[in-house]
C-alpha cells in the first residue's frame, strides 16, 4: 500500500522543489504515482543493465542542494526526478500527451549512472532515462532542458520515429532540442529560468558556455545556422542546427534581442527580418508535425512541408501563423 506525498528537494539545479514521492510503510519513496508512477533510482556509479536501487528517505525532505561526489547523494535523484515530473507535466498540459507513450505510463529515471559519466541518453528499451554524474562527478546532467531533451527523444520514437542519422537524425535531434526547451520555460522556474540554450547549467565544455545556441547555431563552433546539401554529413547533434534556428525565428523572430536576461542575435539565410509568433504556437506546430505529418525518413524538406500542413490545420493556410512557418524555413535555406 503506497499513499501518494509531495516531499521536499534540494535540488542542484532548480532550487528546492516539490516532487510527487509515496509513503510505502514508513518509508518515503521516489515513486510518483500521480504521474504515471514514475521513478528515481540509484546507480551507484554501475554501468549494469540493472534499474539500481529505489531511491528511499526517512522524512520526505531529500538531498542537499549541493553538488556532491558521494555515489548515495539524493541530489542528483531530485533534479532527475524534477526533470521526468516537469516533462510529463509539460507534455499533458501543452500537448495533451500522457506519458511518453501516450497511454498514461511513466518511463523511469536512473542517476549515478557509471564514473564520472558526461553523458545522459534515453533507451527504448528499458523505457527509461539514465544520467551521468559528469566531470569529476560534480555536475550530473540532470538539467531541466536534458531532462527533456532526453525524454523526447522516447516521444519522438514513438511517434514519427525519426532515423536517427543524416536529415532524419538533424531533425530527430532538434525535436528534442525543441522540446527541452519549452519544457524549461513550461518549469517556470526561478533558479533555471527559460532560455534558447541547451545545456547551459551542466557546464559540459567546462568554461560555462551551453552545448548549444537556438538562435545561432553555429556558436557551438559546429552545428550548421542553413540548410546545404552537405548536411546529412554531419553528427546529429550538429545537422539538428537549421531545425533549432527555425524554431527559434519561429518563436522569437531575427535579429539581436533579450529573454529573460539572456542575449541573443539571430541571423537569416536570406536576410529577411522575421517577427516571431511566440514558442506557444511554434511548439504546437512542432508537436503536430512530429506526430501526425513526419514519418521515419522525413528530411529538412519534409519537416517544411509537414509543419505547413500543421499550421494550416491548426490556424488556417491564409493566416499569419502559416506564412510565418514558410518564412522561418526559407531563412535557414529550406524552400
Ligand atoms: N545525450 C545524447 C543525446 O541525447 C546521448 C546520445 O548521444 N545518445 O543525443
Ligand atoms: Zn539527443
Ligand atoms: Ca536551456
Known amino acids: 500500500w503506497e499513499a501518494i506525498q509531495t516531499g521536499t528537494g534540494n535540488s542542484q539545479y532548480s532550487g528546492t522543489v516539490t516532487i510527487g514521492t509515496s509513503l510505502s510503510g514508513s518509508t518515503y519513496q ?14 551507484a556509479r554501475s554501468t549494469s543493465s540493472s534499474a539500481g536501487t529505489l531511491f528511499t528517505d526517512a ?34 498540459n501543452v500537448l495533451g500527451r500522457n506519458g511518453i507513450k501516450n ?24 523505457f527509461c532515462m539514465t544520467y551521468g554524474d559528469g566531470e569529476g562527478n560534480v555536475k550530473p546532467l540532470t538539467s531541466l532542458d536534458v531532462a527533456g531533451h532526453e525524454m523526447t527523444h522516447g516521444v519522438t520514437s514513438n511517434t514519427a520515429g525519426l532515423n536517427y542519422s543524416g536529415e532524419s ?7 528534442s532540442d525543441i522540446f ?15 532560455d534558447y540554450l541547451i545545456g547551459e547549467k551542466i557546464d559540459i565544455n567546462g568554461d560555462g558556455t551551453p552545448l548549444r545556441h537556438m538562435d545561432q547555431p553555429s556558436k557551438d563552433g559546429s552545428s550548421a545556422n542553413y540548410w546545404s546539401s552537405s548536411l546529412a554529413n554531419l553528427d546529429v547533434h550538429y545537422s ?53 505529418y513526419m514519418t521515419s525518413t522525413t528530411n529538412y524538406k ?10 494550416s490545420a491548426l490556424y488556417g493556410s491564409t493566416s499569419t501563423e502559416y506564412k510565418a512557418v514558410a518564412a522561418a524555413w526559407t531563412a535557414v535555406n529550406v524552400s
Not at 521516489?30 to 546507480?43: A, E, F, I, P, V
Not at 527541452?180 to 527559460?194: I, L, M, P
Not at 537569416?268 to 506557444?280: A, K, M, P, V
Request: glycine share 10%; net charge neutral.
Open 30 to 43: 521516489l515513486s510518483d504515482t500521480s504521474r504515471g508512477t514514475h521513478k528515481t533510482y540509484n546507480k
Open 59 to 92: 522524512d520526505d525532505t531529500w538531498g542537499t542542494g549541493a553538488a556532491s561526489s558521494s555515489s548515495t547523494s539524493q541530489t542528483a535523484a531530485v533534479d532527475a526526478h524534477y526533470g521526468a515530473q516537469v516533462t510529463w507535466d509539460f507534455y499533458k
Open 103 to 126: 497511454n498514461g505510463v511513466a518511463a523511469y529515471s536512473r542517476v549515478h549512472y557509471g564514473n564520472a559519466y558526461v553523458n545522459a541518453f534515453w533507451s527504448d528499451s528499458c
Open 169 to 175: 537524425g538533424g531533425l530527430n535531434e532538434a525535436t
Open 180 to 194: 527541452g526547451t519549452a519544457v524549461e520555460f513550461y518549469a517556470a522556474n526561478s533558479k533555471d529560468t527559460g
Open 240 to 292: 539538428s542546427g537549421p531545425a533549432n534556428h527555425f524554431f527559434f525565428l519561429l518563436s522569437e523572430g531575427s535579429g539581436a534581442k533579450t529573454i529573460n536576461g539572456v542575449s541573443y542575435n539571430s541571423p537569416t539565410y536570406n536576410s529577411s527580418t522575421l517577427t516571431g509568433i511566440g514558442r506557444d504556437k511554434a511548439v504546437k506546430i512542432w508537436y503536430k508535425a512530429l506526430t501526425e
Open 302 to 311: 519534409g519537416a517544411r512541408t509537414a509543419t505547413l500542413s500543421a499550421a
